[in-house]
């Protein structure tokens, strides 16, 4: 155990000497700030654009300034950002199920992908209500030893039946390597020198504003993520997005809505201040938690427990992993972040399942 003070020098320290990797990351999070204010610029946005909007949202120039935003910042030919998105999953599962037809066949290329899309694939749970009912088919590309890709498996896997290859850039919760975008370009070109056709779909999710550029700039052809991660700089209430070629967009803006409807409907309601006052924050918001995170890392690998990026390493996501090796470690952990939460601190969270999950979750 240690006092406060030393807890404060042990920080004090571990800060001094990630003082270099910090200066990195203020570079990429003002080149990315600067990319969204162009955006903000380029549409001309203003308090218009923020005005309360019901009904059929026909008229709804804030929604559409919104996607104009987004395509620009992610280099996109379109953008659907929309509150109406349950999830990243629920964006994910209206890409699939807009783009794929029966017959069709996907493939995850870098192993199991997030553990909700299981679901949505038909890899468990309600089959009927999955890809697989639909008649598409699966197939996965494991890993080199749980962590890297397999890039030889991939050139022979791919070929001229393949429909589309779902490319998970974060980890999420297992212990693979999260993808960067020079790993995501490789694999690209992979796919695409195999099969020009095949969808590249990026599940960007975790990934957005932590590197200096995003997928769709090494040649992916759409990807989708959450407004309650990066992009929504923590204070967006809810919501999704998807960006990338036109054709695919308006599909899955279609699977969204209804066909007919597509991208045109949908009011926002009184989301739209809010989303274009977090895709704003959010540069500044991502690199701070990457900070925070390549601060834990250090710090916690050098107490002795097993970090994942660690500390130096390359960020491409928010993610960090820490390994306790038991229950009982990870849940007291929980708990002390929990007790030293401005909100709720008197709560002692526990374990517990959450929609979407096979395991059980600490909340």
Not at 95 to 116: H, K, M, N, Q
């Amino acid at each position: 155990m240690h006092t406060k003070q030393e807890i404060e020098n042990i920080l004090d320290k571990t800060e001094e000497e990630l003082s270099h990797e910090f200066k990195k990351y203020n570079k990429i999070r003002d080149f990315n700030q600067e990319k969204v204010l162009d955006a903000f610029v380029k549409n001309k946005i203003g308090m218009e654009h923020f005005s309360y909007v019901s009904g059929y949202g026909h008229d709804d120039i804030g929604r559409d300034a919104i996607d104009n935003v987004f395509a620009d910042i992610f280099k996109a030919e379109s953008a659907i950002v929309r509150n109406h998105f349950a999830s990243g999953t629920h964006a994910l599962a209206c890409v699939l199920f807009g783009i794929l037809r029966p017959g069709d066949e996907l493939i995850s290329v870098a192993g199991r992908p997030y553990d909700t899309m299981e679901e949505v694939i038909g890899l468990r749970g309600d089959e009927k209500a999955s890809l697989k009912s639909f008649g598409v088919t699966y197939d996965e590309i494991p890993l080199v030893n749980n962590l890297d890709i397999d890039f030889d498996k991939l050139e022979k896997r791919i070929n001229q039946k393949t429909s589309m290859v779902l490319i998970q850039r974060s980890r999420g919760y297992s212990t693979r390597k999260s993808l960067n975008i020079e790993t995501i370009e490789k694999i690209v070109n992979i796919v695409k020198s195999k099969n020009q056709n095949c969808v590249c779909f990026v599940d960007n999710c975790y990934g957005e504003f932590v590197e200096d550029k995003e997928p769709l700039e090494v040649g992916a052809d759409i990807m989708a993520g959450s407004l309650i991660k990066n992009p929504g700089g923590s204070i967006v209430e809810c919501g999704g997005y998807v960006a990338g070629k036109k054709d695919l967009v308006e599909l899955t803006a279609s699977r969204l809505t209804a066909p007919g409807i597509g991208r045109k409907g949908g009011s926002m309601l009184n989301q739209s201040r809010l989303i274009l006052q977090g895709v704003f924050m959010a540069p500044s918001v991502v690199m701070e938690a990457v900070k925070g995170a390549v601060l834990a890392s250090k710090l916690l690998s050098d107490l002795g427990f097993i970090t994942t990026p660690d500390a130096h390493t390359k960020r491409t996501d928010i993610i960090q992993a820490i390994e306790f090796g038991r229950p009982e470690p990870l849940m007291a952990f929980c708990k002390a972040l929990q007790h030293a939460s401005p909100v709720e601190s008197y709560l002692t969270p526990v374990p517990d399942e959450v929609p979407g999950y096979d395991d059980k979750v600490q909340q």
